[in-house]
């Protein structure tokens, strides 16, 4: 090889070193992203009871089924009504489902977590210590009267919102299901401020 070649073969080798250098000692550019997992929704907690392997409380992810409280209590006994159970039922945090044996005549299969009040009314077996404002009255407190569940509590608020309030307790038969045998049973319970 002759001397010139020599040379630049030299500052060949010096300019790829150099280069290879600088991209080692220079730190990268701009900021780094950080990924991190998406937040996992907190469990539901459901009480699962009555004609069931293991009663007790259930820690279960959010969306799951009756079916599914079924399963995490160890399965149905052998003299559970499974017929009177939708098993498709969404659950709900703080719900308690009580699974009836056969022979067991209209056995509630699930309740609502119910407030202070409610739970006193329940264990005294008797009517709401007052009447209730239909203008006022949270769902909790409408379903303290008799035959007034979560469904048509909603309606009786959506009635109100919708139309002003209610002007007189005989327009709570306006709402649909709310005919004069149940107006009736209710007239004495409720008022209208």
Do not use: C
């Not at 009255?137 to 309606?155: F, K, N, V, Y």
């Not at 045998?181 to 409720?190: E, N």
């Amino acid at each position: 090889m002759k001397n010139w070649q020599h040379t630049l073969l030299g500052i060949l080798i010096g300019l790829i070193l150099s280069g290879v250098l600088y991209i080692i000692a220079v730190p990268p550019r701009g900021t780094s992203i950080e990924l991190i997992p998406a937040p996992t929704p907190a469990p539901i907690l459901v009480h699962v009871d009555g004609e069931i392997q293991h009663p007790g409380v259930y820690p279960l992810p959010r969306e799951s089924r009756v079916q599914d409280a079924i399963q995490a209590a160890g399965g149905l006994k052998e003299n559970a009504n499974h017929n009177a159970v939708n098993l498709a039922e969404r659950l709900k945090d703080g719900q308690k489902l009580n699974i009836p044996a056969f022979g067991t005549p209209n056995a509630p299969v699930e309740l609502p977590a119910a407030p202070q009040k409610q739970k006193e009314i329940a264990a005294a077996g008797s009517k709401p210590s007052g009447p209730i404002d239909l203008n006022t009255a949270t769902a909790e407190d409408l379903q303290t009267l008799p035959g007034i569940g979560p469904s048509r509590a909603q309606q009786i608020i959506d009635y109100r919102e919708t139309h002003g309030g209610f002007k007189t307790i005989a327009d709570l038969q306006n709402i649909s299901g709310i005919g004069e045998a149940t107006f009736l049973k209710l007239k004495d319970l409720i008022i209208v401020n």
